[in-house]
């Protein structure tokens, strides 16, 4: 047991999918695992272990933001020596031949900072997904024939930003999405020699102000995980 995580010693499967919303966590874990068992209740950031395809997984809610994540991520790999981490979750679309409902494969996260900032003082370091798990993802995501994008995201330390002329500036750069997670993520898979993907499903678009209707979610969410879970036992 950990601060933050209260599964007991061997609980937590070495491949972990972690979505922000613990009830997400819930949410996947019923739909896609079997004899899935709730492993984590601390602070009501939900995790649970079961099984897909008779390898075994765990789904962890992670928080909103770089920091709740690095919380979670650090003691998976620390503490419950998670191998596998790839976030699942919601992005906002950033250019134009990104849809609402597809899926987004992130090749590489940009960011202002993150709480790994400080230790590379001077340097940018550059946070980039494992490519076994971003070939897998992307072979899934055809084989399902899922609308899909691969490239770079940028990961915001703030939900409500107020810098237009940065959204223009990663939109001109190339920036297929953005969301909070993904930077920190690859930065701590890096730093402890882990595998790491962030796979997202586009919830609404920055430019058109389109937005996903709640009923069409679990649909278009179900898709991310599947292709999540392929591509982790690939």
């Not at 079961?50 to 809610?61: A, C, F, S």
């Not at 790839?86 to 031949?97: A, E, K, L, T």
Request: charged content about 20%; hydrophobic content about 45%.
């Amino acid at each position: 047991m950990t601060i933050h995580i209260g599964a007991v010693p061997g609980a937590i499967a070495e491949t972990v999918l972690m979505p922000g919303d613990p009830y997400r966590a819930r949410w996947a874990a019923e739909t896609f695992l079997e004899g899935a068992e709730l492993v984590n209740e601390v602070r009501g950031m939900l995790g649970f272990t079961g099984t897909w395809r008779g390898n075994r997984v765990t789904i962890q809610g992670s928080g909103m933001g770089m920091p709740s994540l690095s919380i979670y991520a650090n003691e998976l790999i620390r503490d419950y020596d998670a191998q596998t981490l790839i976030r699942i979750g919601s992005c906002g679309g950033m250019q134009p031949h990104v849809s609402v409902r597809d899926v987004i494969i992130a090749m590489s996260a940009s960011t202002i900072t993150s709480p790994s900032s400080g230790i590379f003082r001077e340097v940018n370091f550059a946070p980039t997904a494992d490519y076994t798990l971003l070939a897998a993802a992307v072979s899934a995501a055809e084989a399902k024939g899922t609308p899909t994008h691969v490239g770079g995201i940028y990961s915001s330390d703030v939900f409500y930003a107020e810098r237009p002329d940065l959204d223009e500036q990663m939109v001109r750069h190339g920036i297929l999405g953005v969301e909070m997670e993904a930077a920190e993520l690859y930065t701590l898979a890096a730093r402890y020699n882990r595998r790491a993907l962030a796979v997202l499903t586009v919830s609404d678009h920055l430019q058109t102000g389109e937005a996903l209707p709640a009923e069409d979610r679990e649909k278009s969410f179900g898709d991310m995980v599947e292709i999540a879970l392929e591509a982790a036992f690939a």
